[in-house]
Nanobody, 123 residues
Framework: QARVVESGGGSVQTGGSLKLSCVVSGSQSGFCMAWFRQPPGKEREMIASIYGSSGTYYLDSVKGRFTVSQDIAKTTAYLEMNSLKPDDTAMYYC??????????????????WGQGTQVTVSP
């Protein structure tokens, strides 16, 4: 059974930066990993995903500002967030699913989830 732990959230002002980390522990390696976020009162949405060099996905609203990366073992992922806006305020979740190259695009595609880390961007 894998365990997912995120870290790195916090409070910044508009235009600031944060870097989130996500570690999947357990006996497996080779996870597709994704970042979701859930603003207050809204649905959880996928903002980025990665599986090694196979490719990455970004939600349009974060393209050019956020960068997702992953270690070679595909058990650690990062989300570097720049030019943060108040609309980026949300609980950020890391999700993981064992994969051989395909990353799903919905919540149901991922079987392992972290507890979330809060990101707050003030005007």
């Amino acid at each position: 059974q894998a365990r997912v732990v995120e870290s790195g959230g916090g409070s910044v002002q508009t235009g600031g930066s944060l870097k989130l980390s996500c570690v999947v522990s357990g006996s497996q390696s080779g996870f597709c990993m994704a970042w979701f976020r859930q603003p207050p009162g809204k649905e959880r949405e996928m903002i980025a995903s990665i599986y090694g060099s196979s490719g990455t996905y970004y939600l349009d609203s974060v393209k050019g500002r956020f960068t997702v990366s992953q270690d070679i073992a595909k058990t650690t992922a990062y989300l570097e967030m720049n030019s943060l806006k108040p609309d980026d305020t949300a609980m950020y979740y890391c999700a993981a699913q064992p994969s051989t190259g395909y990353c799903g695009s919905s919540r149901s595609s991922f079987g392992y989830w972290g507890q979330g880390t809060q990101v707050t961007v003030s005007p």
